[in-house]
């Protein structure tokens, strides 16, 4: 392969390097923060600003409405025997609070350091705006991008997506595509880029149990009354085993897909610093299930939490009570192919069958989303990684997220997009949703550059040479 051929592009984004970073400063200065009922003109603000930046670019779209946040949808067709790609982004960004804890104010983007400080900076804003720059710059280069493209994006995602849904099922037959492009994750570390090949899946409940009709003097009626902060401690502590840190849930395994050992083997060669993390959490060593490694435990290995409990009466100072009520809220990040309402279903059995008699539950499901896997042997995740090394100086390691993005699984799941590449620009520490959140210029340049020869490798320019 020439490399030079994409000098020109690499060119073009050095010198208009300056622009990109102004622009992307105007984009991050509208306060859209989902959360916040009181900020709906500046998520029309944010659609507006992302619909006449694709206009500028000959996309035909709009902005649609499906019950919250403006969704704005463009297009631009090439030809039929080209590939489709459907560019995900949101334009939504957390909360900015804690307000005092920011160096500069968190909707004035300040540049330091080599890096710009906004919220927003890394998540998602700085991150899809590297999609609008990559077209731009593909276009004034090669004239025209030889792909259909539709890009997508939204303001709910901090929030659950729930437009987007909506409108994913009305457009359906709108939105057929060959290729899922999304950049709303990080990189592996600062040298290091990273494809994303999975993310964990989620199921969040509340439990209560109830013992008796009211709580009661532990004087009078302590000896006979059933706690229910008790009960539920031995529910809770039944759940997993403290020395394996296996999981006692009957059926909760047992849709986990095995993972191959070759994906183990190259997690390995990742070299994750336990002892390291560690410390900088504060711990003396990490926990989890024996058998897996940290970075095993972590992204390929599904996992049960406590978020939260409470019962009787936790005031200042003393209150003889026994509490009749208690409750804990409990998620599970699952991995595939396990389903978020069948391991409900195996929680709730399990609670059923492990009361004593007369205690009342309530097993109330909160919200559940699909764990995602992209093929690795796809031939458009081997383009990609090649394009990172191109556009990076470095080959990209390939991860699986722990986490959650909910809408990445409903995007590919109703669309049944064959092709899935979830490409990370930001550095793991870029403190998305956290005080002086910023994204690296360096890192949105080289991010530009890939993206740029990846629109080269998807349309087969490569190879017409
Ligand atoms: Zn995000």
Redesign the pocket.
Known sequence: MDKTNHTEFFEDIDRCSGRYVEELCDFLRIPGVSSDSGRGRAMEESAEWILEKLRALDFRGGIHFAGGSPIVMARQEYSRSAPTLLIYG?YDVQPEDPLDEWKSPPFEPTLRDGAIYARGAN??KG?FYTYLKALETYKRIRGVIPLNLIVLAEGE??IGSKSLMHFLNQKKDQLHSDIFLVS?SSMLSKDIPAVTCGFRGIVSFEITLQTMAKDLHSGLFGGIALNAAEVLSDLLAKLKDSGSGKILVPGFYEDVRPVAEQERRAMEQLNYDEAAVAKSLGMTKLSGERGYSAMERKSIRPTLDINGMWSGFTGEGSKTVIPARASAKISARLVPDQQPDLIFQCFKDFVAGHLPAGVKADVRYLFGAMPVLAEIDDPNVRLAAESIEEGFGVAPAFIRSGGT?HIISEIKNTLKIPSMLILGWGRPENG?HSPNEHFYISDFQKAVRSLCVLFDKLSGHEEKR
């Open positions: 949101h998540d998602d991150q995602e901090e709303d993005i998305s």
